[in-house]
């Protein structure tokens, strides 16, 4: 693949914001109302909503030409697409209410964690004996506060599963390992800051330091791909979950877009 310069970068941001608002609103008109008391209902929407916001806010950071900052967040689309996945793939509904009521385990720990550090505190005492009284019984289902799923226990093996939900995929579309150790690992190297995303930051020799690095447009380029992908990747999955019948409509957009990989 040649090198993408920096012009060209405004085109694929565009063609990717074009294609999360036409996602938007081929949903939109469906005018569809959530079960917002059903897990199985509320939980794949409210991953919609926020693989929208995440998407949104990735491409502001690309076109400000933080590309290297864009991946990082863009984990986040890619972290909730393999959660999705592994919630929708079989036995939904206590899969989707194990997710759903993990908020109990975390603000179980939140209160605990605050009274550990004001020992004494009516303030802390209170939370936490409020926390025991409304959340107890959903807290205590959950054997860490660190992951929402008991039994596989981290996003690896969520990504181990097989696909269920959609057939006929052949390997490595059958599960979503080879995302994660690819796709998610790259972008983990951002978000952990490790020594090779601090590359771009590397201080100049022979000049005086100022506190800025030099951006890479091909980091943008990787953000605003990977993110649109892993918001189609989410789109598909609720689509076909909740038998909207949107893939011709999700199936056009994305081949729009898909029409700039020509131009490399």
């Keep these: 693949m040649r090198v993408i310069r920096e012009p060209e970068l405004t085109t694929w941001i565009e063609a990717a914001t074009t294609s999360a608002r036409q996602l938007r609103e081929a949903i939109a008109v469906e005018e569809i109302y959530v079960a917002t008391g059903v897990a199985t209902s509320s939980v794949s929407y409210e991953h919609l909503t926020k693989a929208f916001q995440v998407h949104e806010a990735v491409l502001i950071l690309c076109r400000a030409g933080y590309g290297s900052e864009a991946i990082a967040l863009s984990r986040t689309l890619l972290e909730m697409y393999i959660t999705l996945r592994w919630i929708t793939n079989q036995d939904q509904s206590r899969r989707a209410e194990e997710f759903a009521f993990f908020v109990a385990k975390r603000k179980e720990y939140a209160a605990k964690t ?137 199936d056009g957009i994305h081949k729009e877009f898909a029409k700039l990989f020509d131009t490399l």
């Design 114 to 250: 605050f009274a550990k550090y004001q020992p004494g505190s009516l303030v802390a005492a209170n939370a936490v004996a409020f926390v025991e009284n409304t959340y107890k019984q959903y807290a205590d289902k959950y054997a860490s506060w660190v992951f929402w799923s008991n039994k596989p226990n981290n996003l690896r093996q969520l990504a181990e599963e097989k696909e269920t939900l959609i057939s006929g995929l052949s390997p490595p579309n059958d599960d979503a390992l080879m995302l994660y150790e690819l796709f998610y690992s790259h972008a983990s190297d951002y978000v952990h800051v490790t020594a090779l995303a601090l590359d771009e930051v590397f201080p100049p020799a022979g000049a005086p330091y100022t506190g800025t690095g030099i951006r890479q447009p091909r980091h943008v380029f990787e953000a605003v791909v990977y993110a649109t992908q892993w918001l189609f990747h989410i789109m598909i999955r609720v689509d076909t979950y909740r038998q909207l019948g949107l893939g011709d409509k999700i």
